[in-house]
């Protein structure tokens, strides 16, 4: 187990460290001299200015040595400046992380909630006319966007009632974007929690249950629960993924001041150090779920052993 | 989706897809969700084709005095900030929405289709490399890939499609290995390895009609993803630009006049909210039909 758990850490380094190379490449796919493109906002820039720039983003090293630099200065935690007012990139992303978690875990619980009975619900009463509702409902779900979803939300609770700040910092202003996230995810967690729990029940072990007479609830309770359990945590980090790429989207439109809306003024005003510590911070984010989804299946599941 | 595969029987050598089939097609339409979210689909694409004529108004055209109208006779669906009629700008969006959705779902499922199928052709260490980085980068939501790409190639409708498209490569790269993977070492491959057929010709000519199928009903579910990640994208202002009648875009600008007009903030919505049930409907249709242990559970 141990020697699993370090092998897996391995991959995680490696695979961040990958992820930092690929990162420090990405500003070759800019159309064009990146340097300019990101000087192009201000007008007034003079050539020391832009030579200046391009010096501190190593943009004048060769290609390998930029690379170096880029990773050498993230190993030391050092994702660079911004463009603009020059604050470290690190402060900006570690200051907004706090608050795009929050969204993210608020969500989750709301989607979580809503989707998970629904689904295993409707499973159960498969090919009733109570499943077939909820998943005309899940499939109606999954098709509205976000973005228009909290704008409605918006318009009517808001703007109509007054009930909730448009815009602040506090924890009521969280309300508005977490319903609207956890509302788009609670309909993709019944659709998986459906055809898991589907597969779940066709179990030849459950078949045994309810032949030898045992009452349904202990069907449910000793043979269903483990193994749904498994599919729950999959379906968990598997949405969990989704939504903290959601966030970025809702955080938009609610103005709720996490890393998504860091990024998108940081793409509109190409400050591109700010972009590449995002990317690198998100890719964190998902190395460490992923690995955190793997520990759960071998708790959970004794038929998986790792050596 | 794997196993509707395996136990549909096989036409040996270069087969025709099984949707081409007239039988086939009638089985298709009698399933409700075929019918119902092909019509839809259907639809759509007769609205973005005859855009030009079903339009009453020109959707660019701006009249300072009908800012903001209510749906009327005239303006069914009312008209925007800057006097422009909704309905047209929402017809017009059909044509630029299937455009993107297409050509995102034609470079996903090309470079997807090229990956899986080398990966589970080869084996080895390329299938290794290969699913390695792949599998990596699905764990990604796509909507991040493709903001982290916009955000380098600069904000416009072709790199969005460009974008989205990328994002969504390691979607149709998984799908296509596993398909590849269960048909790699049935009999009418290793007969045609026997008699002599070189692996582009066993590629091309027997691997790839066997799994159009399921290539089928991951495009038409990713049309839905594809259609979605784009209108949020120029929702944020980094796909389609002003004055283009990019649904997203449309709610974008139209956002600060939501409590006014509302109007401006339903119809646009709601086309997108059809055009992605109409195809996830039929995706989930398509999937009923080939996949004879999914229909069985929801008969």
Known sequence: ?307 | MTDGIETTPQPIGPGESELAAPSRWRTALRNPRILIGGSIVLLLVLVAILAPYLAPFDPYKIAVGKRLIAPTATYLFGTDEFGRDILSRVIYGAKLTLYVGFVAVGIGLLSGVAIGTLAGYAGGWVQAVLMRGIDFLYTFPDILIALGLVAFLGPSLTNAMIAVGISVIPYYARVTYGVVLVERHKPYLEAGQVIGASHWRLITRHLIPNIIPALIVVSTLGFSAAVLSAAALSYLGLGSQPPDPEWGSMLASGRNYITRSPWILLFPGMAIIVTVLAFNILGDGIRDLLDPRQRREVR
């Open chain 1, 1 to 307: 187990m141990l020697n699993y758990v370090i092998r897996r850490l391995f991959v995680a380094v490696v695979t961040l460290f990958a992820s930092t190379i690929a990162v420090s490449l990405l500003i070759h796919v800019v159309p064009g001299d990146p340097v300019m493109m990101m000087m192009a906002q201000n007008a007034a820039a003079t050539p020391e200015q832009i030579e200046k720039v391009r010096h501190a983003l190593g943009l004048d090293l060769p290609l390998w040595q930029q690379t170096l630099h880029y990773v050498g200065n993230i190993l030391q935690g050092d994702f660079g400046r911004s463009i603009f007012g020059s604050e470290s990139v690190a402060r900006l992303l570690f200051d907004r992380l706090p608050n795009t978690l929050a969204l993210a875990f608020c969500s989750l619980l709301i989607a979580v909630v809503i989707g998970l009975p629904l689904g295993f619900f409707s499973a159960y009463r498969q090919g009733t006319w109570v499943d077939n509702v909820l998943m005309v409902g899940a499939v109606l779900g999954v098709s509205i966007p976000s973005f228009w979803l909290g704008l409605i939300l918006l318009l009517f609770f808001s703007l109509t009632l007054e009930l909730l700040p448009v815009a602040s910092g506090d924890y009521r202003s969280l309300a508005l974007p977490a319903i609207t996230l956890g509302a788009t995810y609670s309909a993709i967690i019944a659709r998986m929690t459906r055809s898991a729990m589907i597969e779940v029940f066709a179990e030849d072990y459950i078949r045994t249950a309810r032949a030898k007479g045992l009452p349904e609830s202990i069907v449910l309770r000793r043979h269903a629960l483990k193994p749904s359990l498994i599919a729950v945590v999959t379906i968990i980090a598997i949405v969990f993924g989704y939504l903290i790429g959601g966030a970025v989207v809702v955080e938009n439109v609610f103005s709720w001041n996490g890393l998504g809306r860091l990024a998108l003024d940081a793409i509109l005003r190409r400050d591109y150090p700010v972009i590449q510590g995002f990317i690198l911070v998100f890719a964190t984010v998902i190395v460490i779920i992923s690995i955190m989804i793997d520990l759960a299946y071998v708790w959970l599941d004794p038929r998986i052993t790792y050596k």
